[in-house]
């Protein structure tokens, strides 16, 4: 190792470890914000207003997306820099911690992503089956 590429890497440390403080911070940001809204969806079971309720739930939706948003991509941007900073063994610790991340997070951001846009209550549509009508006539409607 030259010390030209040594002088690099101690010089671009202090950028990765603030990218990575910043990271940690996000996610604490982001558990604070998804535990209050806990807390306010706690309180406000004991009420009789069900649409404050719907309300705090997909607020507390919208909060677990973006924390899984921010736990996967901020040790991607960390490697993406650290790569780009040829601090390659960083780099590639960061990318892997970005796979352990991901897996468990993408299936909470597709649940809390299904919250936030529900599918719309589906219209009931006439039976399917036969039905008996008042006066004794038994026959299907319809045929």
Do not use: K, N
Not at 55 to 71: F, H, P
């Amino acid at each position: 190792m030259s010390s030209e590429a040594v002088g690099t890497g101690r010089r671009c440390g202090p950028v990765v470890a603030f990218l990575v403080l910043l990271w940690v911070c996000a996610l604490i940001a982001t558990a604070v914000w998804w535990v209050g809204i806990g807390l306010e969806q706690w309180s406000v079971s004991y009420g009789d207003q069900p649409g404050e309720f719907q309300a705090l739930q997909r607020r507390a939706s919208l909060a677990l997306l973006v924390g899984a948003l921010v736990a996967t991509a901020g040790p991607a941007l960390v490697a993406l820099v650290a790569y780009h900073l040829r601090l390659v063994r960083t780099a590639v610790v960061f990318l892997v911690l970005t796979v352990v991340i991901a897996v468990p997070a993408v299936p909470f951001a597709v649940l809390a992503g299904r919250d936030l846009d529900p599918a719309p209550a589906a219209t009931p549509g006439p039976p399917g089956h036969c039905v008996e009508h008042s006066g004794g006539d038994t026959r299907c409607p319809g045929g």
